[in-house]
């Protein structure tokens, strides 16, 4: 188990799976929610690794609005960036009190920017 986590919060299984090969072939290890009430669990039982949190917006069970700012409280000075398909995602970014986004569909690129963003620098 490594120091370095991302919360990938998405019910879909296929986007989940992408979004692990990026990270994992950045020495991250990935924790998984398809829910926003698993992501809580899991950014509570993990907090210490985690670095990142990639939201989708609309989540089951949950307002998108809602959503992001439990996991922001949890999260604390951990990242937590949009990933949204909407047509204009830094509003909907806004709209949930996020400052940070990544549109779906995302380019690897970016993704792997948003990973070495949150990477301590020691291990960036």
Do not use: H
Not at 81 to 104: F, H, I, M
């Amino acid at each position: 188990m490594r120091d370095n986590a991302v919360l990938i919060v998405d019910d879909d299984e296929d986007l989940r799976d992408l979004v692990r090969f990026v990270v994992e072939a950045a020495d991250f290890d990935v924790v998984e929610a398809s829910t926003c009430r698993e992501a809580m669990a899991a950014l509570q039982a993990n907090r210490d690794r985690i670095r990142l949190v990639l939201l989708d917006y609309f989540m089951p069970g949950m307002d998108p609005a809602a959503c992001a700012r439990e996991l922001c409280r949890l999260a604390g000075p951990t990242l937590v960036v949009l990933c949204t398909a909407a047509a204009n995602p830094a509003v909907r970014a806004a709209e949930v009190g996020l400052s940070r986004w990544l549109a779906k569909p995302f380019e690897i690129e970016a993704l792997e920017r948003l990973v070495r963003e949150a990477a301590p620098a020691n291990v960036r």
